[in-house]
């Protein structure tokens, strides 16, 4: 009978096979990854030209000035609230069925501002919005 004291081995972590599935993610990441520089995105706006305005039967003009103050159908409007430029709107709309809301923005209007009015005019249920630009060659006012 043997009856001396076994030697038990210790057990080993094999950390190759695990280097090597990192080394696979790490690969997979890199290569569907996409690197994008915001910071450095230069925008260009689009000049808008056409040959004449379009008229719209039953269309609401909400003008906003540069320094945020609007007015709807060239009334003054005394907040800059959306909810007092949804009731404008909505007063505006009343048994107009399929009203065109056209937004006369200034070229220094916070774009805050606009969106406020584009809130508003989801709120009082107007789903057709336009705005109103400048041709760059006759300096006239158009609506797009």
Known sequence: MNFR???????EINLIPFIDVLLVILIFLVLTTTYSKFTEMQLTLPVADAAAQ???????????A?????????????????????AALARSAA???DSV????????????SV???ME???????????FATQSSATGRAEVR
């Open 5 to 11: 004291p076994r030697t038990q081995e210790e057990p």
């Open 54 to 64: 379009r008229d719209y039967p039953k269309e609401i003009v909400v003008t906003v």
């Open 66 to 86: 540069a320094d945020g103050r609007y007015a709807v159908n060239k009334q003054p409007l005394e907040g800059r609230s959306v909810d007092l430029v949804a």
């Open 120 to 130: 508003a005019a989801r709120r009082s249920g107007l789903a057709q919005i336009t």
């Open 101 to 112: 809301l056209i937004i006369s923005a200034d070229a220094m209007a916070s774009h805050q």
């Open 115 to 117: 969106i406020t009015v």
């Open 95 to 97: 048994g107009q069925k």
